[in-house]
């Protein structure tokens, strides 16, 4: 067969063109000659044969340039083309009627009829053994990509026509869920039920399958692309019309989800209470003014019109980002922004920013909140979260700031991880200097998971719901409290404004919510089920993956479950032990030493020694053991949740 391949190799199209006519015009005589046979054995011997012959067939051949049909390829052969071999068919059989009695020949209209049908079959039989030939051939050629269809329907069919003109493709079969396609022939192709999948891809070595099928949704066509990359293949996706015209991105879009969507209560009022004169006219500096919360805390100040706004990042990216967005809106207010760069922890630096400034108030909302993150880099969490707190706080108190605010988190009380326990020694420095420091009020703020911040459940949802899934949660009973961005950034200002010296405050925010809750609902905002044991033709699964080091089932908001009112119903305020100043003096400068010396695990003791709840060794809570990676439980029980948070400047 070697020697057919190299011969069709190198025929160029019009040389197979010739090929099929030849084969088409030696029809002619031989379904005359059929005819002649079935019906009219005993011809009369001053019949002239070949004058009828010839002129019918010279007839045939006027024919068939007319239609082209030697130039219809074979994989193209559809229904307007088998109408040109019924019109060339039917021109056979009248030439036959037309040029017989000049021959002699004396028969009845069956005779004719019968000698067009005879040649549309034998043309039709040439089509279908060299196109069955050939796909035979082609199959057998290592160097040509075997494809597969899914999808015979709209879009399929102009797929393999448009793959069909493509000599290095040859295009094997469809595959279809609708049964009243299989088993029949598209586009010159047979359609399989999906249980064929496998026996195709092994029979015909099938290199690619293209997912023709732009109406069904990406989860369920993810579905289907995991199980064909298991079976060796590589898989394209044929976008829709709209997509392809530009109407619509080639990734699916996916609205975005109001955070307060997937929050058991009413957002909090928006003007909380008129904190405007606290800030009005001041000159105000927010750490970590690149980050989600910081930036939206800059926000919400230029509302206050203050005088001026110092914005501090160690990112260059995010201060950019942050001051092209408010730069013209500042200017609009008459607000002065200050974009600086620079470390918390550079001593120098933060005195000379304060005094040259003229820094009345500080925001403190730079630190590192990502849990895993800071469990894994014990040392930039510790330098960051407590001793950037101390160092900032220490500059405050000696450029005479008036007001220091820092944006805690209620991962602090009774931590099980490295970056809850740093945030709630950070309290401490705080509370300490509360607590001896004159002329500047102090005051901490604590937030649940901020709903919508970089790292937090809902981006990173929507974003495995666009892949189509799975989604990933940690855990079946991990619940959290939850607040939008601009609420977090409305309870550090207005904290700013009550604070007396030493608060905690904390938002009332309601119930706890269960992250598995939140992620079905993610999952049908989007217009998606969720496919568990109940439903298992859902279309996106919900996988537990385990607790992560440093993970708590649940959160609390202070340490012993009481919380003060406050001027403001849904503001309370928690009072919270500290540490003596020497004991915290003490435990600082072991910490230091410790980090010095690159002894995270001294740290952690250290942390377990000084901090209430906080262990020396994460462990999985005792509630339910922790699953591994990819353990999937049925979606139908109780679901737990990832935590929120984000490597903050």
């Known amino acids: 067969m070697e020697w057919v391949m190299r011969a069709l190799r190198g025929m160029d199209r019009s040389q197979k063109a010739n090929v099929l006519l030849v084969l088409d015009i030696l029809a002619t005589p031989l379904a005359m000659l059929a005819a002649v046979q079935i019906l009219s054995p005993g011809l009369r011997a001053d019949v002239s044969l070949p004058l009828w012959i010839g002129l019918t067939t010279l007839i045939s051949v006027a024919i068939h340039r007319t239609f082209r049909l030697p130039h219809v390829t074979l994989t193209e052969f559809n229904a307007r083309a088998q109408g040109w071999l019924v019109a060339h068919a039917a021109g056979v059989g009248v030439t036959s009627m037309v040029v017989g009695p000049a021959a002699g020949l004396d028969a009845s209209p069956l005779f004719h009829a019968l000698v067009a049908m005879v040649s549309f079959s034998l043309v039709s039989l040439n089509r279908a053994l060299l196109l069955r030939l050939v796909t035979s051939l082609y199959l057998r050629d290592k160097r040509r990509l075997h494809v597969l269809i899914y999808g015979a329907g709209t879009t399929g069919r102009q797929l393999a026509h448009a793959l069909q003109s493509n000599g290095t493709i040859d295009v094997v079969a469809f595959v279809d869920d609708n049964t009243s396609l299989q088993r029949h022939a598209v586009a010159g192709l047979p359609v399989y039920a999906p249980s064929h999948l496998a026996e195709l891809v092994r029979r015909y070595e099938i290199g690619r399958v293209c997912l023709a099928m732009p109406s069904v949704?990406?989860?369920?066509?993810?579905?289907?692309?995991?199980?064909?990359?298991?079976?060796?293949?590589?898989?394209?996706?044929?976008?829709?019309?709209?997509?392809?015209?530009?109407?619509?991105?080639?990734?699916?879009?996916?609205?975005?989800?109001?955070?307060?969507?997937?929050?058991?209560?009413?957002?909090?009022?928006?003007?909380?209470?008129?904190?405007?004169?606290?800030?009005?006219?001041?000159?105000?500096?927010?750490?970590?003014?690149?980050?989600?919360?910081?930036?939206?805390?800059?926000?919400?100040?230029?509302?206050?019109?203050?005088?001026?706004?110092?914005?501090?990042?160690?990112?260059?990216?995010?201060?950019?980002?942050?001051?092209?967005?408010?730069?013209?809106?500042?200017?609009?207010?008459?607000?002065?922004?200050?974009?600086?760069?620079?470390?918390?922890?550079?001593?120098?630096?933060?005195?000379?920013?304060?005094?040259?400034?003229?820094?009345?108030?500080?925001?403190?909302?730079?630190?590192?909140?990502?849990?895993?993150?800071?469990?894994?880099?014990?040392?930039?969490?510790?330098?960051?979260?407590?001793?950037?707190?101390?160092?900032?706080?220490?500059?405050?108190?000696?450029?005479?700031?008036?007001?220091?605010?820092?944006?805690?988190?209620?991962?602090?009380?009774?931590?099980?991880?490295?970056?809850?326990?740093?945030?709630?020694?950070?309290?401490?420095?705080?509370?300490?200097?509360?607590?001896?420091?004159?002329?500047?009020?102090?005051?901490?703020?604590?937030?649940?998971?901020?709903?919508?911040?970089?790292?937090?459940?809902?981006?990173?949802?929507?974003?495995?719901?666009?892949?189509?899934?799975?989604?990933?949660?940690?855990h079946p009973q991990v619940c959290r409290y939850f607040m939008t961005i601009p609420e977090a950034a409305r309870l550090v200002l207005t904290a700013g404004a009550m604070a007396q010296g030493g608060e905690v405050f904390v938002l009332d925010m309601g119930k706890p919510v269960t992250i598995a809750q939140l992620a079905r609902q993610a999952i049908e905002a989007a217009g998606y089920a969720v496919r568990d044991r109940g439903n298992p033709d859902g279309d996106i699964e919900i996988v537990y993956t385990g607790l992560r080091p440093g993970e708590k089932l649940f959160e609390e908001l202070s340490y012993d479950g009481n919380l003060a009112d406050t001027a403001h119903p849904k503001i309370r305020c928690a009072r919270e032990t500290r540490l003596p100043e020497l004991e915290l003096a003490a435990c600082l400068r072991e910490i230091d030493r410790a980090l010095e010396g690159g002894d995270a695990e001294a740290v952690r003791a250290l942390l377990a020694d000084r901090i209430e709840g906080f262990a020396a060794a994460a462990v999985p809570a005792p509630e339910e053991p922790a699953r591994p990676a990819g353990h999937r439980i049925a979606a139908g029980t109780p679901r737990g949740g990832l935590e929120s948070g984000r490597p903050a400047r």
């Open 217 to 474: 949704s990406p989860p369920k066509q993810a579905q289907i692309a995991r199980r064909l990359v298991a079976m060796g293949t590589e898989v394209q996706s044929v976008p829709s019309f709209s997509q392809l015209i530009g109407g619509e991105p080639l990734d699916q879009r996916l609205e975005p989800l109001d955070p307060m969507r997937f929050l058991p209560r009413d957002e909090l009022d928006p003007a909380l209470m008129n904190v405007a004169d606290t800030y009005e006219g001041r000159t105000a500096m927010v750490t970590g003014a690149g980050g989600s919360i910081g930036s939206e805390l800059c926000r919400q100040l230029l509302a206050a019109r203050p005088r001026r706004l110092v914005m501090l990042d160690v990112s260059e990216f995010s201060l950019y980002t942050i001051h092209s967005e408010l730069a013209t809106l500042a200017d609009r207010v008459g607000v002065e922004l200050v974009p600086l760069l620079g470390s918390v922890a550079d001593e120098a630096l933060m005195r000379r920013i304060l005094r040259e400034q003229g820094v009345e108030l500080v925001l403190h909302a730079a630190a590192y909140k990502h849990v895993p993150l800071v469990e894994a880099n014990v040392e930039a969490g510790i330098r960051n979260n407590v001793f950037g707190t101390r160092t900032m706080a220490r500059a405050a108190v000696a450029e005479g700031v008036e007001r220091f605010i820092l944006v805690s988190t209620d991962k602090a009380v009774r931590p099980r991880g490295v970056m809850g326990a740093s945030k709630r020694l950070a309290e401490m420095v705080v509370q300490d200097l509360a607590a001896r420091a004159e002329g500047t009020v102090f005051a901490m703020v604590r937030f649940g998971n901020v709903l919508g911040s970089s790292g937090s459940v809902v981006p990173l949802f929507q974003d495995q719901i666009r892949r189509g899934g799975p989604v990933t949660v940690t």
